[in-house]
């Protein structure tokens, strides 16, 4: 049974460039969650996806938009690119009341 | 304030060593409580849950205090694969979001 599978690995984006990040979830989850995790912080939630709709979105500004997919898995997108977007980007899926499994990660860097 | 506070550290311990993290958190509508584990460069899992009880799962012990909203982490004869970041969680409601502390490094040295 595959985990939570997240793609691409690592990649690299100019400033003000828009850039798409994919997530897969563990089978049979139907929820997916995006967090930010800048260097030596902690994870950051951004957004959480059930039946297609945003259900739960944390601080983030409106350059950072998502969707999920009739196969429950998932994209997050973001805009306009700042160096401060540089971050590991990691997906949780889980049933909606149970434990959060977590993908490898994007590492994202902007330069 | 951040809503999840926890030890700054790093800890650097010697092999067998006990190692205790404590963590804070500032909304009382928290309803549960994990302890992750993040190794360098990888994704966090799970370690553990939290109760107010106490839970323990061999050489490792949680605690929760809901009225001081503290929450703590008790490692017993440390070992070198017990290296590691160690998350301190809180979870509003069945359906919230996670809630990640800073992450407290633990290196346990030879």
């Known amino acids: 049974d595959a985990g939570v599978t997240q793609s691409p690995t690592h990649l690299i984006k100019t400033r003000g460039q828009q ?93 | 304030r951040k809503e999840v506070e926890q030890d700054p550290g790093p800890f650097n311990v010697p092999e067998g060593a006990t190692v205790a993290f ?31 009880s106490g839970n323990e799962d061999g050489r490792f012990t949680a605690q929760l205090n809901r009225a001081s909203q503290y929450i703590s982490l008790l490692i017993r004869d440390s070992k070198l694969s017990d290296s590691a970041t160690y998350l ?3 979870k509003r409601g069945s359906q919230g979001n996670l809630i990640f502390g800073k992450g407290t490094k633990l290196s346990v040295k030879p």
């Open chain 1, 19 to 111: 850039v798409t990040l994919r997530c897969s979830p563990k089978s049979g989850h139907d929820t997916v969650s995006w967090y930010q995790q800048a260097l030596g912080q902690g994870p950051q939630f951004i957004f959480q996806y059930y039946e297609e709709e945003e259900r739960q979105r944390g601080n983030f500004p409106d350059r950072f938009s998502g969707h999920q997919f009739p196969n429950y898995s998932s994209e997050l997108n973001v805009n306009a690119l700042l160096l401060g977007d540089s971050a590991l980007y990691l997906c949780a899926s889980s049933l909606v009341q149970g434990e959060a499994f977590f993908g490898q990660g994007t590492r994202l860097t902007v330069v």
């Open chain 2, 88 to 90: 301190c969680v809180v």
């Open chain 2, 22 to 52: 404590n963590c804070t958190y500032s909304n009382s509508a928290s309803q549960s409580f994990f302890w992750y584990r993040q190794d360098c460069r990888k994704e966090p899992k799970l370690l553990m849950s939290v109760y107010s």
